[in-house]
């Protein structure tokens, strides 16, 4: 008589793992269809090609860390004038903290050139620079079949954001963290749902390779 009972618990436990697996599958989806407006922007070969996007003007934010020094370039495109200017930050971490910044100048963009406002010599990292938007295709993420590494499609105390985060093996974003290709990558997608609520748009990509100090994240809010 013991037996149906450790049977039944055993059909529960087995239908409760199935069905944690499709809400997982079924939250996945709902994560990439919430993502799909990307497609619109990555990739966008030219910057000022943003403002048919977000007519109403936008902010990008794009954080790169190479071992202790973290580098962060700011751009605000102005929907009066078109202007695209904002600010290079470099900093060094120490003690896992940011240090007194190494640099902190004031850029603008035109011309398909970045410049400082004080029309001093840019940096190299600037001569050649290009945001991730403009060389990196979502559909590589969005194509992604494979198990999640992790997800979150429902709001936490002091978050409002929502992600996606997969495994993934890309030459391109191999070469954008500088990386060796081939290496094994960790890219997350987020959202924000209060924003989301405000028919805003506000979506950060993070890429990085955890243990070597080498990661980006990329952050466009639609003003």
């Not at 939250?27 to 269809?33: E, G, P, S, T």
């Not at 992604?144 to 093996?169: K, M």
Request: charge should be neutral; hydrophobic fraction near 40%.
């Amino acid at each position: 008589m013991k037996k149906i009972p450790i049977l039944i618990c055993l059909l529960v436990l087995i239908g409760l793992g199935v069905g944690c697996n499709l809400n997982k599958k079924d939250d996945q989806q709902v994560l990439k269809d919430k993502f799909r407006v990307l497609k619109q922007i990555y990739p966008t070969d030219k910057i000022e090609g943003l403002f048919s996007r977000f007519p109403k003007g936008f902010k990008i934010v794009n954080r790169r860390r190479e071992g202790e020094i973290i580098v962060s370039i700011e751009l605000i495109g102005n929907p009066q004038t078109k202007e695209l200017s904002g600010r290079i930050i470099q900093e060094e971490m120490r003690s896992g903290e940011p240090d007194p910044e190494l640099l902190n100048k004031e850029i603008y963009y035109q011309d398909g050139v970045f410049r400082y406002v004080d029309n001093g010599e840019v940096p190299d990292l600037l001569k050649d620079f290009k945001f991730l938007f403009q060389v990196y295709d979502i559909d590589n993420f969005l194509s992604i079949e494979s198990e999640p590494v992790a997800l979150r499609n429902w709001r936490t105390a002091g978050t409002s954001d929502y992600s996606l985060v997969h495994d993934v093996s890309d030459d391109l974003l191999a070469d954008y963290i500088k990386v060796p290709r081939g290496t094994e990558l960790r890219i997350s997608v987020s959202g924000d749902f209060d924003a989301d609520a405000k028919g805003k748009f506000k979506k950060y990509i993070r890429v990085w390779k955890a243990g070597v100090g080498k990661s980006v994240l990329e952050m466009i809010v639609e003003e």
